[in-house]
């Protein structure tokens, strides 16, 4: 009977955090300012895109270029989100 009991509570707990890491993971799609840090840096350093200034137009090329070209591992989504932060006034500021 114990051994039932503790069987239970190990799967109720594996389900709740099953559930948990599912919730999170919907909750939130990650901004493009988190996707710009977290996919491109992996080849050369942030600064190569942050020191440059260009349109989102120009920007919308440049990401599909990482993309296609270098085989940076962005999606079509993440991509228009990479573009929005890059020529967006939040970023200019700094
Ligand atoms: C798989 C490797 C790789 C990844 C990932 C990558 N890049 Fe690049 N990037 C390069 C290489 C190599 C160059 C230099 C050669 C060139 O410009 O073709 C470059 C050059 C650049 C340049 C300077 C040239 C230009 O067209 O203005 C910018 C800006 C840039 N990358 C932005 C980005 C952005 C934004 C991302 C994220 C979506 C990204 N890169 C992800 C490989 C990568």
């Known amino acids: 009977m114990k051994t039932i009991i503790r069987i239970t509570g ?6 709740a955090l ?5 919730a999170c993971g919907k909750a939130a799609p990650p901004s ?3 996707l710009f840090h977290k ?3 992996l080849c050369h350093s942030l600064d ?3 020191s440059k200034q260009k349109t989102a137009e120009e920007w919308r090329i440049t990401v599909m270029r990482m993309k296609n070209e270098k085989r940076a591992p962005v999606s079509e989504k993440e991509v228009t989100a990479i573009v929005e932060y890059l020529a967006s006034s939040e970023r ?3």
């Open 18 to 22: 099953v559930l948990l890491y599912a």
């Open 92 to 94: 200019r500021a700094k």
């Open 10 to 15: 190990v799967l109720s707990l594996s389900l």
């Open 48 to 50: 190569m895109a942050l």
């Open 32 to 34: 493009g300012k988190t």
């Open 39 to 41: 996919k491109c840096g």
